[in-house]
């Protein structure tokens, strides 16, 4: 029950990630009419899924798996991380994560994972594309996979929880982003992330062992999209 309890809380839509500034590049496809009806925006949601579980995933299982060799798979984050729109995305999320786990839970290994984060300002934060070895103390971009990574394990979430969470959570966002955009309603959305579950669990299944070599980009369009996100004339959300 312990275990149910503390995933519950992880998930709600009130645990402070900052997940919902953000819509995943839904914005941007909206605005240049690429989601313009529910089928697109189901394609959408499952092009997020399978982006999630195929460039997220493989950081999230590193860094839970090998917590110490977190400043490498973050360094290996952000050189994959091109699209700055992205990128920027990713830091805050995962910066935010680390920041919020710790305030909440007691726990020695956040507290000094948000040292290490807090204590690095943008201008500090690494521009080299070279990457560190396991023990280096270099600043961390802290990105949103490997920090989930880091931070999950060390609140004793499974991985295979974890690895659920990660995919619920893009779907989520991206559905929760099309409400306030106006491209469709409330119990619509509910619909569609109850549509796409079956969609999900089939993906995990696939990549569910997936590691560092595996990283890719299955929405090459999506990117594009959310690359042009600070470019559009009035905007809602961060990315």
Known sequence: MQDDALVWQ??????PT?????SLGLEAAAQHGEVA??????RFVEATIL???TGALPLVNA????????????ALNDSFLSNAVANRASRQQGRTLVASA?????SSTLDALHARVGSTSNSQLPTSKALPNANSQAPLCAHAAPMTGA????LGVPLATTQRMVLFVAARSVLSAAVRLGVTGSYDTQRLQSECAGWAQSVLARYADAGPTDLAQTAPFIDILQGAHDRLYSRLFQS
């Open 10 to 15: 992880l998930v709600d839509s009130a645990f």
């Open 18 to 22: 900052g997940a919902f500034a953000h």
């Open 37 to 42: 009806s529910r089928e697109d925006l189901r």
């Open 51 to 53: 982006q999630a579980a």
């Open 63 to 74: 860094a839970y798996r090998e917590p110490a060799r977190l400043p490498e798979w973050d």
């Open 102 to 106: 710790a305030r909440i839970f007691a």
């Open 151 to 154: 931070v999950f394990a060390a």
